[in-house]
């Protein structure tokens, strides 16, 4: 299917997000690649991560953009042209883009499965004791997964290195450590048929915003409720 949901972030920033039903063949058509794309995509060898691929692609075109504006850095974090802040998941069937003109942004998405209750004390001290959790635990990781991207520094410890906790019922928030300071993000939980993800934002160091989610965190800290 074509685009499957949008999500307004403010006026310079959006979500889109696409269900990859479409065959390899069709998503060939109506985009076009650059060389160090044709290349890596031949070298894929996994029909669905290349079908993945080319969907986000067209999330590109469907933003204004196309797949030359965009490049990676040594570290594989993404960056468009222009100077706007870009990031992509995906996960199976399901593939996901924000973009901001002026702030930092991350977006990840999981199918939720499971398999994350055996995995969950390698990233989170969330009790997870049942099935009935997945998707909160899929949120936390997705949470950490996005803080990450944002970041782009690689070797930040997932479990201990960037800390989770609940800002409101609907937002969850962030603080990870970045050049010896605490930063902290504000996190928007999604979820679209088997997945869920998050898309979240950097929160500007001595905004008013800033100092709501330090006061969060500090009452999150003394409920000993940080993930």
């Known amino acids: 299917m074509p685009l499957q949901k949008t999500i307004p972030i403010d006026s310079n920033g959006m979500v889109y997000l696409w269900e990859v039903t479409e065959s390899e ?4 058509t109506g985009i076009s690649l650059a060389g160090y794309s ?3 995509l031949a070298h894929m060898k996994s029909e669905l991560h290349r079908r993945a691929y080319l969907s986000i692609r067209h999330l590109l075109k469907i933003a204004g953009y196309q797949d030359s504006d965009l ?3 040594l570290y594989g974090k993404p960056h468009l042209e222009d100077g706007s802040f870009v990031s992509i998941s995906h996960s199976f069937t399901q593939t996901a883009l924000v973009v ?3 702030i930092p942004v991350g ?5 939720k499965r499971d398999k994350i209750l055996r995995i969950a004390h390698k990233f989170t001290t969330f009790n997870a004791t049942n099935e009935t959790v ?7 990781w997705a949470t950490k997964e996005t803080v990450y991207k944002i970041i782009g ?10 800390e989770v906790f609940w800002f409101s019922e609907a937002i969850l928030a962030a603080c990870a450590p970045v050049n010896g300071s605490q930063h902290f993000y504000e996190m928007h939980p999604f979820e679209i048929g088997d997945f869920g993800g998050v898309w979240g934002l950097e929160i500007q160091k001595a905004s008013a915003r800033e100092g709501q989610l330090k006061e969060a965190y500090a009452t ?3 409920k000993a409720q940080i993930y």
């Open 100 to 102: 901001h003109k002026n």
């Open 107 to 111: 977006i990840d998405v999981e199918m």
């Open 25 to 28: 063949a069709t998503l060939q």
């Open 71 to 73: 490049s990676y850095d």
């Open 153 to 162: 520094t690689p070797g930040l410890s997932f479990l201990k290195g960037i």
């Open 220 to 222: 999150a800290v003394k």
């Open 134 to 140: 997945v998707p909160t635990l899929t949120h936390i």
């Open 38 to 40: 044709k290349d890596r």
